[in-house]
T-cell receptor, first 112, second 114 residues
Framework: QQQVKQSPQSLIVQKGGISIINCAYE??????FPWYQQFPGKGPALLIA?????SEKKEGRFTISFNKSAKQFSLHIMDSQPGDSATYFC???????????FGQGTRLTINP | GAGVSQSPRYKVTKRGQDVALRCDPI?????LYWYRQALGQGPEFLTY????????KSGLPNDRFSAERPEGSISTLTIQRTEQRDSAMYRC????????????FGPGTRLTVT
């Protein structure tokens, strides 16, 4: 059972534009929602994370928006750069469970 | 500082052989996780340890898979009698505290079973 659904599968954005990736979850016991960035041949790298007590978290050009009632969260990349081209994964975990449940991934391409 | 390291980076083995994959977590990290990642998919949880204790092995596919972390540092994931369907990227991650959610991933071991 896929507990975290991610969309789109692939995304092409022009340099300087805003990249938006969405995730939806089913389990209301999830209380931690990270985003990971993965470059080819590398392991996933923690990018930014949020807990459901806030609706938004911003770190530099990266922002997570969280909608608890809709059970959705999204990653926004402002002023997207070619170096942002990578695969992005959303994930979720429950308090005390520690294991992460990942979405299917989004391959982001930023055209120069 | 040094990140999570895994060895070997690539392993090709024949069906029916046993393989052992090694993970060396970030120094001082108390929690260690194993995931399996199919091509084009997100990592899928296998098992995890807090210190040397295996806390959850619910993601191990069957009893051919086992893991240990005897001294609370390096961990080994062992697959016995490998099958072609075991071919995948096996990733290890570590976390600085128990109950903490921040997980830092290693480069993975690409296992190919022929």
């Amino acid at each position: 059972q896929q507990q975290v659904k991610q969309s789109p599968q692939s995304l092409i954005v022009q340099k300087g534009g805003i990249s938006i990736i969405n995730c939806a979850y089913e389990n209301t016991a999830f209380d931690y929602f990270p985003w990971y960035q993965q470059f080819p041949g590398k392991g996933p790298a923690l990018l930014i994370a949020i807990r459901p007590d806030v609706s938004e978290k911003k770190e530099g050009r990266f922002t997570i928006s969280f909608n608890k009632s809709a059970k959705q969260f999204s990653l926004h990349i402002m002023d997207s750069q070619p170096g942002d081209s990578a695969t992005y994964f959303c994930a979720a975990s429950m308090k005390g469970a520690q294991k992460l449940v990942f979405g299917q991934g989004t391959r982001l391409t930023i055209n120069p | 500082g040094a990140g999570v390291s895994q060895s070997p980076r690539y392993k090709v083995t024949k069906r029916g052989q046993d393989v052992a994959l090694r993970c060396d977590p970030i120094s001082g990290h108390v929690s260690l996780y194993w995931y399996r990642q199919a091509l084009g998919q997100g990592p899928e949880f296998l098992t995890y340890f807090n210190y040397e204790a295996q806390q959850d092995k619910s993601g191990l596919p069957n009893d051919r898979f086992s893991a240990e972390r005897p001294e609370g540092s390096i961990s080994t994931l062992t697959i016995q009698r490998t099958e072609q369907r075991d071919s995948a990227m096996y990733r290890c991650a570590s976390s600085p505290m128990t109950g903490g959610n921040e997980q830092y991933f290693g480069p993975g071991t690409r296992l190919t079973v022929t």
